[in-house]
């Protein structure tokens, strides 16, 4: 249906990508990924005939047809939500093109499996479009924008209305109505909220055409490609597979690599010594000769780069008590919109809490009101005792001197650190080598995300609030900032439609909708299991509109409800070994000053110029003994700890083990 033939962009002096090729059928599944600037939306540009590219060819079997979803897009005209998307086509066309296709495809295919699938989906088309003389447009319309979270009041609303997110989310409805051969997905899940991406991921699933989808939704690309279509430093991989497994292919790839590289550097280091001890000699001519010519023949290994796990600690917040912050009664509005009436809730100490709910339910207006940044009508908001918040979102951006460089930035929000850990703080959010001293006007938007949160986990804070912090954040630097949330020790509270960011640091869900909150103790999973089985007793709320939770198969239920056990004794095991191990690295330390003054005292002790001094080698020798008294109670204590962490751990072990066994 679409090849792509040795194509190669540069901008300017920079290539983005050469030598690409590649192959696209009726159904596949493709993931293209990379780096924020690698080249994705050109690649999308050139097969959308937007862009030429330097080299190459870009061929499309005659009659297919292409629909492309950019990032950026404006109102073309003041057209009614619905007829926009359902006026964009007659379905007896998309399915006549489809047909079409698909017979072309059967003509050229040797496979058999391949065969009997493209007859089966012709069948299928064919009855479709025996049936088309009554296809409702208007009602596949409603229930592809209903499933993309619009509300029916919102059908009858120009688009000139609605915010580009909306807008977005409006070309995608209509892309997909289309019925169209290709559809060519620049970020489709940027602006969709967690139910509306679950919907979209189920809807692309059974879609009848082939995807090309740039995203750095990871559980998205788990869920929906095949393929995985990577550019990294300008060369293009292939694999066969969901994004999880290209991860773990490439990282067998690079252990194999490091192994071979190590092997040839031996060698290398082998045939340069012999070269260097016998250059200078006659006799040995030939074989130096005989090995530079090897040397210089002799391909390099390169070991292929992959996200790093980040290494930096940052400062422990202060202590804090056990309520981290109460709402009581609170009651908020904006102009006629009431968007909590009588809102009570309370987070605790070692909270990590995800905020979710379609949008506009008041995530964020919820969020802001914990942050402070908010007012709000009536009742009371309360901290608890030594609580700092730190609150992050896009305007945080904004605030950022653009005069400055990253690392003057990072400066400001911690003044009384050196500037060489200021720039490992950098090097742990990505800033490498002379990137430090980039100034903030010339950093992209994902370098801008990376800075400003690295600055506010350096102010410290023991309450932080994030929306949306993975706005223009790629798979690398999300995974940066899950690795640095891990490593923070205070209370957090976030939104976000990552779900893998959710499952990985979650330990608690508020479920938000209509303005009234859930609390969900437990991980995303478990979440969703709850969520599932709560909701299979409720009326559907919009007739023809499947949610993602009703169609979970009993399989998919047993999964998630052990996957709840499995956080429910995770969290449990955590909370307990948390304080244990506290004091432990406690007791390290004071180990660690007590064995240093003990070595201090000896070496007095064992000095002849004290020797005279009879009273001060008494009280000296005395303190000596105190100190070794007060390291062996320390140590047994520190004895007792270990065993008591390594009895919850067996403990742990064994209560996974026994729900391994059902």
Not at 241 to 260: I, L
Not at 310 to 333: A, C, N, Q, W, Y
Not at 343 to 353: I, K, Q, S
Not at 460 to 488: C, G, K, Q, W
Request: aromatic share 8%; proline share 3%; net charge neutral.
């Amino acid at each position: 249906m679409l090849t792509i033939s040795n194509i190669s962009k540069s901008h300017g002096d920079r290539t983005l990508f050469s030598g690409v090729n590649l192959n696209v059928g009726p159904r596949d599944r493709i993931a293209v990924i990379g780096p924020n600037g690698s080249g994705k939306t050109t690649l999308f540009e050139i097969i959308a005939g937007k862009v030429r590219p330097d080299n190459g060819s870009v061929s499309i079997r005659t009659g297919t047809t292409i629909g492309y979803l950019e990032q950026d897009i404006t109102p073309s005209c003041g057209r009614r939500l619905l007829d926009h998307v359902a006026n964009a086509f007659t379905v007896e066309e998309g399915l006549a093109r489809r047909m079409h296709v698909l017979h072309e495809e059967l003509s050229e295919t040797a496979d058999a499996k391949s065969s009997r699938d493209l007859l089966r989906e012709l069948g299928e088309s064919q009855h479709k479009f025996e049936a088309a003389g009554g296809y409702n447009a208007d009602y596949e319309a409603k229930i592809i924008l209903a499933g993309l979270g619009f509300a029916e009041s919102d059908f009858r609303r120009p688009l000139t209305e609605f915010s580009g997110g909306w807008l977005m989310r409006a070309e995608l409805a209509r892309l997909l109505l289309a019925n169209l051969d290709l559809l060519l997905l620049d970020e489709p899940t940027n602006h969709l909220d967690l139910e509306s991406c679950i919907w979209f991921e189920d809807y692309l699933r059974s879609y009848q055409g082939a995807v090309l989808v740039t995203s750095h939704d990871r559980a998205f690309l788990n869920r929906v490609v095949g393929k995985v279509f990577a550019i990294e430093d300008g060369k293009v991989i292939s694999h066969r597979g969901s994004y999880d497994s290209f991860v773990e292919a490439r990282q067998k790839e690079r252990e194999v690599a490091e192994a071979t590289a190590k092997r040839q550097a031996l060698k290398l280091k082998k045939q340069m010594k012999f070269i260097e001890r016998f250059r200078a000699k006659n006799t040995k001519a030939t074989q130096v000769k005989s090995r530079v010519k090897q040397l210089a023949k002799m391909e390099r290994v390169v070991v292929p780069r992959v996200g790093k796990k980040m290494s930096f600690s940052f400062p422990d917040p202060v202590r804090i008590g056990k309520d981290v912050i109460t709402l009581e009664h609170i009651r908020k509005s904006y102009d006629a919109n009431v968007v909590y009436h009588d809102l009570n809730l309370g987070l605790h100490r070692g909270d990590r809490v995800a905020l979710v709910g379609p949008n506009g339910a008041g995530k964020t207006t919820l969020l802001r009101i914990l942050a402070g940044v908010l007012p709000f009508d009536g009742g009371v908001r309360r901290l608890g005792h030594n609580v700092t918040t730190a609150y992050y979102a896009q305007h945080q951006l904004e605030l950022l001197d653009p005069l400055k460089t990253a690392v003057e930035e990072l400066q400001f929000a911690a003044p009384d650190e050196t500037e060489e850990k200021l720039r490992g703080v950098l090097g742990a959010f990505l800033f490498g080598g002379d990137d430090v001293y980039k100034r903030v006007s010339v950093l992209s938007g994902g370098e801008k995300s990376r800075l400003a949160i690295a600055k506010m986990l350096m102010q410290s804070a023991n309450f932080l609030l994030m929306d949306e912090p993975t706005n223009h954040l790629d798979i690398p630097s999300r995974e940066v900032l899950t690795d640095a949330l891990e490593a923070y020790s205070g209370t957090l509270c976030f939104i976000t439609h990552d779900r893998t960011l959710i499952r990985q640091i979650a330990n608690k869900i508020i479920d938000i909708r209509n303005g009234e909150l859930k609390v969900f103790p437990g991980d995303y999973d478990g979440y969703l299991y709850w969520k599932g089985v709560s909701e299979k007793s409720e009326p559907e709320e919009q007739p023809g509109v499947e949610t993602a939770a009703r169609r979970e198969d009993s399989a998919r239920d047993k999964l998630r409800q052990r996957k709840r056990i499995e956080g429910e004794l995770r969290n449990q095991y955590y909370r307990q070994k948390a304080p244990i191990e506290k004091r432990i690295a406690e007791i390290e330390a004071e180990l660690s000053d007590l064995e240093e003054q003990v070595r201090q005292l000896e070496t007095l002790l064992s000095s002849p110029e004290h020797y005279g001094d009879g009273g001060w080698f008494s009280e000296t020798y005395q303190k000596l003994g105190r100190l070794n008294d007060t390291i062996k109670a320390l140590t047994e204590e520190w004895g007792r700890l270990l065993e008591e962490v390594e009895k919850l751990q067996k403990g742990f072990e064994e209560a996974n083990r026994k729900l391994d066994l059902g």
